[in-house]
């Protein structure tokens, strides 16, 4: 019996392996738990997809986590560890603000600064936003049941105010611009309070989010040039929003069957198995529009080089789509932030190819 005793004692797990077997597995923590990482413009399983993001993405989400715990919920809200939206309203600013560089000259740094900071705080408020307008909706749909304010984390009240926080420091940005370009960026701010409400509306809210999201297509170039050179900006703005129309109608076929259950309209549902040539002819609308663009501006062989990747990048993201498929559309939709750096970086190879005005060569030979 003795004997039986300490083959018993030997063969059973040691306190700590103990403690380790009665954790539950990864596939028992509760959905719940796995909340906090949802938000807008966010991959449709998030704890299967953190580990496979890129290291930017990561480190946003890691600025969140270390955040106070009372802060956390104002940071989710506004987005702050999603990045991708923020890019994707920033990167039309950056194609602007590069193509109204000097010939021969980098695109200016403050001013690139200037919108990126700009960029983050109206994109979390236009989230801020979505989100009071959406909490009801939010609450019946898998993904964003946990934002936030549907998830009850913060109230209304303090949303409204966190709002005009961000919306405050967002005019102090402004107020660095010249007149013209104040006036023009007060002009977008009716778009953001109304985008969220057009999905109850009409099939096409993917239309206004770009109308809302390329804005700075024209104020980018406003900033440096004083107004804006429409033979230039039209196009631009005009291919902006048909890159949205692409990436955003890919990205709202992974809610597509709850939109359905609660009566919300998006290009995904009006599109439907027809979604491929749809792209397929924004796509090349877009190019002709960067190809306008170009013409006007007097761009040179790198930008054209650029806007043929593009081409080829939406071309590539379009044949191999599947529709049907959540993981592939979150997939497909933030490989959008490639397209807007492979075109921001054209255009600025492209700038830097221009020869000098004579004016800005004459300068430093005077000043010597």
Known sequence: ????????????????????????????????????????????????????????????????????????????????????????????????????????????????????TGAVLMRGAGCTINDMWDQDYDKKVTRTACRPLAAGKISTFQSLAFLGGQLSLALCILLCLNYYSIVLGAASLSLVVTYPLMKRITYWPQLVLGLTFNWGALLGWSA??????????????????????????????????????????????RFNENTKPWLSGFSALMLLGLTVTGMNCDQTFPYYAAVAAVSVHLAQQIYTLDIHSPEDCWKKFSSNRTVGLLLFIGIVLGNLQKKKNPEETRKPLDSA
């Open 1 to 116: 019996m003795a004997a039986l005793r300490l083959l018993s004692y030997l063969t059973r797990p040691p306190p700590l392996r103990r403690c380790l077997l009665a954790q539950p597995s990864p596939a028992r923590v509760p959905e719940a738990a796995l909340c906090v990482l949802s938000n807008r413009h966010e991959p449709p399983h998030p704890s299967f997809q953190s580990a496979r993001r890129p290291l930017s993405t990561i480190s946003a989400e890691g600025l969140v986590r270390a955040a106070p715990g009372s802060l956390q919920p104002y940071l989710r809200l506004m987005r702050l560890d999603k990045p991708i939206g923020t890019w994707l309203l920033y990167l039309p600013c950056t194609w602007s603000i590069g193509l109204a560089a000097e010939p021969g000259c980098l695109p200016s740094l403050y001013t690139l600064l200037l919108f990126g």
């Open 224 to 269: 440096i040039k004083g107004s804006c050179d429409w033979s230039v900006c039209l196009p631009l703005y005009f291919s902006g929003v048909l890159w949205t129309l692409i990436y955003d109608t890919i990205y709202a076929h992974q809610d597509k069957k709850d939109d359905v259950a609660i009566g919300v309209k998006s290009t995904a549902l």
